[in-house]
Nanobody, 124 residues
Framework: QVQLVESGGGSVQAGGSLRLSCAASGYRYSNYHMGWFRQAPGKEREAVAVIDRDGTTRYADSVKGRFTISRDNAKNTLYLQMNSLKPEDTAMYYC??????????????????WGQGTQVTVSS
């Protein structure tokens, strides 16, 4: 069955860095677009960054220049390098897979498969 397993979350101080990983299995990873989303308590789930199957990337304005999404198709793994972290980056981070999203790359409804999430906490 399809599995997406996130890792790499933790607690850091503002200005610090973390690297999230998402190991995928149970489907043809290279055929899917992949994305990172986050959800803070009391807030809606929001897109952080996505990477198309061809490697094209898109970012939320709030993380541009600080976060980098990448994928390794040989390892079926998705990454999110997060630098210059801010307290407002605190959230549960989820990876997700979509067969197609077009212009709706930032909509959670475009994604079919989801991981269980990894917590990121940034203190000031």
């Amino acid at each position: 069955q399809v599995q997406l397993v996130e890792s790499g979350g933790g607690s850091v101080q503002a200005g610090g860095s973390l690297r999230l990983s998402c190991a995928a299995s149970g489907y043809r990873y290279s055929n899917y677009h992949m994305g990172w989303f986050r959800q803070a308590p009391g807030k809606e789930r929001e897109a952080v960054a996505v990477i198309d199957r061809d490697g094209t990337t898109r970012y939320a304005d709030s993380v541009k220049g600080r976060f980098t999404i990448s994928r390794d198709n040989a390892k079926n793994t998705l990454y999110l390098q997060m630098n210059s972290l801010k307290p407002e980056d605190t959230a549960m981070y989820y990876c997700a897979a979509a067969l197609w999203y077009g212009a709706r790359w930032s909509s959670p409804h475009s994604f079919s498969y989801w991981g269980q999430g990894t917590q990121v906490t940034v203190s000031s």
